[in-house]
């Protein structure tokens, strides 16, 4: 079946602006996660829901990042005045439940640059 | 807060080789530990994971990892690798009662012929 997907897979933009990254879940998984992989880093986990609701943002690194999922499918992560420093992968994953322990499905990532 | 170590950001080894990437975490409360790959131009795909019980966890593509409590560890290994191994390998945590995944910050495998 179809994983998570991504869009778009590249993006590039200028200083101050804002931009809008989309993960489309597996079908029927609750629990969809967002991470942010600077260079040479691992993955870090920004922000977290379970269904429509936000149940962990403790990684979202500022009031410029925010993120939603109005439907309990479909995620925006929102970035606003953008800045050199956001330049990273921003990845996606899903699981089943969202239980502790479970499988995270990752998607291909979308990769921001900020001139 | 939890952390992960990965202590070797750099892996060569020759095909047919066996190879240990060391993984290890801070947190001495009950943790699941996991392994990911990450292929050139692909997503991060799962390895294996520990949960509970043997310690001693098989995983796709010949993989296998150890828990070790006492040492705090969770290294990975495989006895003979194969070109298509090379990639890069994440080692993550989440502690009990959280969701987010911890990270390391990932070993480069490149095996040569």
């Known amino acids: 079946g179809a994983g998570v997907s991504q869009t778009p897979s590249n993006k590039v933009t200028e200083k101050g602006k804002y931009v809008e990254l989309r993960c489309d879940p597996i079908s029927g998984h609750t629990a969809l996660y967002w991470y942010r992989q600077s260079l040479g880093q691992g993955p870090e986990f920004l922000i977290y829901?379970?269904?429509?609701?936000?149940?962990?943002d403790s990684g979202l690194p500022n009031d410029r990042f925010f993120a939603v999922r109005p439907e309990g499918s479909v995620s925006t992560l929102k970035i606003q005045r953008t800045e050199r420093g956001d330049s990273a992968v921003y990845l996606c994953?899903?699981?089943?439940?969202?239980?502790?322990?479970?499988?995270?499905?990752f998607g291909p990532g979308t990769r921001l640059l900020v001139l | 807060a939890q952390s992960v170590t990965q202590l070797d950001s750099q892996v060569p080894v020759f095909e047919e080789a066996p190879v240990e990437l060391r993984c290890n975490y801070s947190s001495s409360v009950s943790v699941y530990l996991f392994w990911y790959v990450q292929y050139p131009n692909q997503g991060l795909q799962l390895l294996l994971k520990?949960?509970?019980?043997?310690?001693l966890v098989k995983g796709i593509n010949g993989f296998e990892a150890e828990f070790n409590k006492s040492q705090t560890s969770f290294h990975l290994r495989k006895p003979s690798v194969h070109i298509s191994d090379t990639a890069e390998y994440f080692c993550?945590?989440?502690?009990?009662?959280?969701?987010?995944?911890?990270f390391g910050k990932g070993t480069k495998l490149t095996v040569n012929p």
């Open positions: 520990y949960l509970s019980g043997s310690t």
């Open positions: 829901f379970q269904g429509t609701g936000a149940a962990d």
């Open positions: 993550a945590v989440s502690q009990g009662g959280s969701e987010k995944l911890v």
């Open positions: 994953a899903s699981s089943l439940t969202g239980g502790v322990g479970e499988t995270q499905y």
